[in-house]
């Protein structure tokens, strides 16, 4: 496959199938025994929080390789009311190609067309090790923190401009539809081929550390 010639459109309903399949293969044990993105990719198409002019397709070859949908987010300001931003997930690329640069790619991609559509800032959970990489800086930085009023490692933010953020304390709020029913999960997944379960891998163990980076904040 030639990744040097690696495309970028809008997903259509067409492609959800393909899609959804693309995501579980992509997240199969990462964070846990088995996945639950793939469903949490069909519950935010259908969440009034999703942003269809930022659901974004990779391709190569004729081939969908990657993933990113956009759903609106908010700070709850300490100074009072809300601040209107934008949060990503699930982003997957196709096992094959993932360390190949498609998710920076992706992002890139994205993230300019937020800019030019008049995004203030993105916010995400996401590994701080990648996301650095990608421009994101802890939201610690611009004192934002979670729902229950925590600084925490993952929460990861990117100003889409200088100063977006500049007067954003306080707390992020992510769509409803990242609170997954499990059992609704669990019965969507029995649509796909049956694929073992791992647990403990190096993958899980490292998401489970960075759950541990949080800290009150004050």
Partial sequence: MNLETVTFRRETPGDYAEV?????????????????????????????????????LAEADGR???????????ILLDSG???????????????????????ARLIAHTLALAREAGWRA???????????????VPAE?????????????????????????????????????????ESAAQAFDLQFSPKPKEEGNAAQKRFLETLAMRKPRN
């Avoid at 959804?20 to 990719?41: D, K, M, Q, S």
């Fill in 141 to 181: 930085t611009y004192r934002i923190g979670t729902p229950d009023n925590q600084y925490m490692g993952p929460l990861q933010a990117y100003e889409l401009y200088p100063g977006a953020l500049a007067n954003a304390a306080g707390r992020l709020t992510e769509s409803s539809a990242f609170e997954v029913d």
């Fill in 122 to 136: 993105v916010l995400i959970y996401g590994d701080p090790e990648y996301y650095s990489r990608q421009g994101f």
């Fill in 64 to 74: 969908i390789i990657g993933s990113i949908l956009y759903s609106h987010a908010r």
């Fill in 81 to 103: 009311g809300e601040l209107p931003v934008l949060s990503f997930g699930p982003l997957a690329v196709l096992p094959a190609c993932q360390g190949c640069g498609v998710g």
């Fill in 20 to 56: 959804e399949t693309l995501i579980r293969e992509a997240f199969w044990n990462r964070y846990a025994p088995g996945c639950v993105e793939h469903y949490l990719a069909r519950a935010l198409r259908q969440s009034p929080d999703f942003v269809p002019e930022l659901d974004i």
